[in-house]
């Protein structure tokens, strides 16, 4: 059944699916209702079934019309996916590889993928786009991204990684004046003012404290900014624990966190896929930063 099935009958049902409507749809594609309707119709035959009820009061959906419409929707975005490939892989100029970011990667980072992709042995442009981590992981899987840069806190089965650099752990407390360390069992005395669970900090926060089993007290608000964690910890309502290259100035009052006299570190992470048109290219960029990491650290 599936080779007969005429791929505008599918996306005319998608329009349809969307718009509630044949005539809106019939009107986004630039075609005429009966031209919409007939196949819409020819799909239906096709699959044997209807997809929508049409009465004096609209378009409805089917049961089988419910069923089969979201997997409608998948194969039409699916294969837009691969002409927007296509086209980006083989007309001239669009030599580029789209890169998202986690609002915690440093710039110092981003610096370096811009330098090794002008050095790779097919110059590209470096597209970056900075996102939440769930839309990132996502774009990665729906191949709207060629390579994530993350904190790496959420596994991300059947794709590969590279550890691509640390970044030290500081805690901005009521009394980071003094710039003491400050030892992870003594923080777990504080209170700490967190930011929504999407850039991934406060995920590597709660994974802190649980692996080493101390409580994680925290304040009952929520900071939007990681400038907003450095001043409400001026205002007493906690604790905050940030990258360093985060804070405002190096010179902003803080405190490094130690776990038994060792800075603690949050890692970072390149994810692609291995079977990703631009594998390659995607494997020397990873590499290139991972080397830069051990090159800085042996420094």
């Given amino acids: 059944m599936a080779d007969r099935l005429n791929t505008e009958g599918l996306r005319y049902a998608q329009a349809v699916a969307e718009t509630k409507s044949f005539s809106a749809a019939a009107r986004a594609y630039g075609v005429t209702q009966p031209a919409l309707s007939n196949g819409i119709a020819k799909l239906e035959e096709r699959l044997g ?22 997997l409608i929707e998948r194969a039409v975005v699916a294969l837009d996916a691969v002409a927007a490939e296509a086209r980006r892989l083989t007309e001239p100029g669009e030599q580029k590889i ?33 996102a939440n981590m769930q839309d990132l992981r996502e774009s990665l899987r729906a ?9 790496a806190v959420t596994a991300m089965p059947r794709f590969e ?21 400050l030892e992870l069992e003594e923080a777990g005395k504080d209170q700490f003012i967190l930011v929504p669970d999407t850039c991934g900090l406060t995920t590597f926060t709660t994974q802190l404290f649980q692996a080493h089993e101390l409580p994680l007290h925290t304040y009952p608000g929520e900071a939007a900014s990681y400038r907003v964690l450095e001043e409400w910890p001026k205002l007493g309502l906690g604790s905050a624990m940030v990258p360093r290259s985060k804070l405002t100035s190096p010179d902003a009052p803080h405190r490094p966190l130690m776990n038994q006299g060792r800075e603690v570190q949050l890692s970072f992470e390149a994810v692609w896929s291995a079977d990703a048109p631009l594998a390659a290219d995607l494997v020397r960029l990873a590499d290139s930063l991972a080397a830069a990491r051990q090159a800085s650290a042996a420094h």
């Fill in 161 to 181: 990684h590279r550890v691509i650099g640390v970044e030290p752990i500081v805690v901005v407390t009521p009394d980071s004046e003094e710039n003491a360390p």
């Fill in 49 to 70: 079934e209807k997809l929508f009820d049409r009465s004096p009061r609209g378009v409805t959906q089917t049961a089988f019309g419910a069923r089969m419409l979201p």
């Fill in 98 to 130: 789209r890169v998202g970011v986690s609002p915690l990667v440093g710039s110092h980072l981003i610096a370096q993928a811009f330098s090794i992709v002008r050095d790779l042995p097919v110059p590209r442009d470096l597209v970056l786009r900075e």
């Fill in 143 to 151: 191949g709207e991204l060629d390579i994530i840069l993350i904190p």
